[in-house]
């Protein structure tokens, strides 16, 4: 780590932030970075030399914008730290492009406070331009200014974003709840696309049939991402297998893919420990996965969350739903998930479920009741997440009340999940 003062900027090169992903009450980096303070503003940039976050000094302390690798300015919003962990689990309120944040509909993406801190950074890229051209600095220096100059401007951040897209096959419609536990920096690759139900509600599916991909297509793809994440892939440790429904892919795809991102991403050098694996499940999935699947799953290097999405417990919701899926396929996968969290050390599975007003009581009442069956099997591990549905317009009061009835009845911790993409 090396530290300039050059014309009222400081510069830090190589600075290390946390090499393990906490859960602050404080804005943190996690692993290695370039950091810019100004009088008002700490930027920080990845190993690429693109930015990645932007925090306030002086307005909005204590909170940042983060740049995700699609380009999507995330605003991470502290609410007061008045009941976000609550809710969320997590201490920050990620606010992303939505026109209403559908929790606190009040600490929503603030395009004006947004504004403010971008025109503060391109008025930062136009300092560097003057420092690079005016100032003898140092050779070292002056290379990573140059760069940030470079990958920085919207054109080259546009061409990045389309390999991105290209090589996702358009993004990530949604990351599995889990992914809090590493600030959704996960690096997503599909082993299989679409889904087995194709329900009615949701927005984030493709509406395509479950199909499985070869491992020759998996293998390009892997070659690919790593030449997208280029130097700054040592600041990952964690992997997204998707689609919508990885767990119902073929075991050998699951675990020989996995193995070949833990390898070829370098996750034993990250500059972040524990690494993570994650992938989306369904009853169906999850129930007819074998033993064997989950032993070679226990063995891999890393710790890996399921998460199901049950969405209820009541057969009149899955009608409403559009969600062809009955309470007792429901109960069997919730069995399986107890067992499965009890059995392996280095496995836990967690369940989704939907909310909103136009849900009937019965619906809230089986996903209590569904909880309380945990019988011999709960060992501290898994949650619900509760998601509000996105098309119902549900009143954020509403979101409040009703969550914290449900947390207060549910024997499982449980959250609230708000759709994060990629
Ligand atoms: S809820 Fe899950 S299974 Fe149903 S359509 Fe969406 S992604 Fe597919």
Not at 12 to 19: E, R
Not at 202 to 226: A, H, M, P
Not at 265 to 275: A, D, E, L, T
Request: aromatic residues 16%.
């Amino acid at each position: 780590m090396e530290t300039f003062n050059i014309k009222g900027l400081k510069i830090t090169l190589n600075k290390q932030g946390s090499p393990y992903y906490l859960k602050a009450s404080y804005p943190i980096c996690f692993g290695k970075f370039t950091e810019i303070e100004t009088e008002n503003y700490i930027f920080r940039f990845n190993l690429n030399n693109r930015i990645k976050s932007i925090q306030g000094k002086k307005e909005a302390v204590g909170e940042q914008f983060k740049l995700n690798c699609a380009a999507d300015w995330i605003y991470y919003c502290a609410a007061g730290y008045k009941g976000v962990y609550s809710f969320l689990g997590e201490y920050y309120l990620p606010c992303l492009g939505y026109a209403k944040n559908p929790l606190f509909d009040i600490y929503r993406y603030d395009t004006k406070l947004f504004k403010k801190f971008f025109r503060a950074f391109l008025k930062l890229v136009e300092r560097l331009e003057y420092i690079v051209a005016q100032v003898n600095t140092l050779n070292g220096i002056n290379q990573i200014l140059k760069a940030i100059i470079t990958v920085n401007n919207s054109i080259a951040i546009k061409k990045k974003t389309e390999e991105f897209y290209n090589i996702t096959s358009g993004g990530v419609t949604v990351l599995p709840p889990d992914c809090r536990h590493v600030d959704y920096d996960v690096i997503p690759l599909n082993i299989s696309y679409g889904c087995l139900y194709n329900c009615g509600f949701c927005s984030v599916k493709k509406g395509i049939q479950f199909k499985n991909r070869s491992i020759t297509n998996i293998l390009y793809d892997i070659k690919r991402l790593k030449s997208f994440y280029a130097e700054d892939i040592a600041n990952y440790n964690s992997l997204f297998l998707g689609e919508h429904d990885a767990l119902n892919a073929k075991s050998k795809i699951i675990i020989e893919t996995a193995k070949a991102a833990y390898n070829q991403f370098g996750f034993q050098h990250s500059h972040i420990k524990n690494p993570m694996l994650f992938l989306f499940g369904s009853a169906d999935s999850l129930i007819n996965a074998k033993n064997e699947l989950f032993n070679a799953l226990n063995s891999l290097p890393f710790y890996t969350y399921i998460n199901i999405g049950m969405e209820s417990a009541d057969n009149k919701t899955f009608k409403l739903l559009q969600k062809p899926l009955v309470y007792r396929k429901i109960k069997a996968a919730f069995e399986k998930m107890l067992f499965i969290n009890a059995k392996y050390t280095n496995i836990e599975i967690t369940a989704n479920f939907v909310m909103g007003d136009t849900l009937s009581d019965e619906h809230y009442q089986s996903i209590i009741d569904l909880s309380k069956t945990t019988g011999k099997f709960f060992h501290g591990k898994g949650a619900f997440y509760i998601s509000p549905l996105e098309k119902s317009g549900t009143p954020s009061s509403y979101v409040q009340k009703k969550f914290l009835w449900l947390k207060n009845s549910c024997a499982m911790p449980t959250y609230i999940y708000l759709i994060q993409p990629l």
